[in-house]
């Protein structure tokens, strides 16, 4: 109950199938597919194979142009819909952990910036500093992998 939404620039999907909810993926998904003519969207799992054992461009079922991995690529929008969503979370949130990241790719590095303009706390995990370090309320220089562990047993103990 203390995680209300993730924000994750990552496509892989892994934080789904961990089993996370209302994750905003901000920069798309390798999951689906979407027509470049028709825009319908296709589950990357019915093309993949072909993809990899045939190097064939998948193709739309249902108009036969060419489908696009549902990530953004270097110079496109971010997803509108995702992008609205996080922002709202953002502005709604009371503290926010920013784990693994440089904050060097915008938008999204401004993310900490306006959660600690609305009032926010705000944990930085990560070996590197950010610019964000000098208003952070707590900065941990540590892997995530062993920092977030004993962030989650230190909340979680009776």
Not at 27 to 47: D, E, P
Not at 51 to 70: E, M
Not at 84 to 100: F, H, P, R, S, Y
Not at 137 to 154: F, G, N, T
Request: hydrophobic content about 40%; charged content about 20%; some cysteine.
């Amino acid at each position: 109950g203390y995680i209300h939404g993730i924000i994750t620039q990552n496509i892989d999907g892994l934080l789904t199938k961990a089993g996370a909810k209302n994750v905003l993926e901000v920069h798309g998904s390798l999951q689906t597919l979407t027509c470049t003519n028709c825009y319908q969207q296709v589950s990357s799992a019915l093309v993949i194979d072909d993809y990899i054992q045939n190097c064939a461009i998948p193709h739309c079922p249902a108009c036969g142009s060419i489908l696009k991995p549902d990530v953004i690529l270097y110079e496109e929008q971010l997803p509108v819909k995702i992008w609205l969503k996080t922002e709202e979370a953002i502005n709604q949130c009371d503290l926010m952990l920013v784990a693994g990241t440089s904050l060097e790719v915008m938008p999204s590095a401004k993310l900490p910036v306006q959660a600690v303009e609305q009032g926010a706390k705000l944990i930085i995990v990560n070996h590197a500093e950010t610019f964000m370090d000098v208003r952070a309320d707590i900065v941990i220089r540590s892997d995530v992998a062993e920092a977030l562990p004993q962030i989650s047993s230190e909340v979680l103990r009776d």
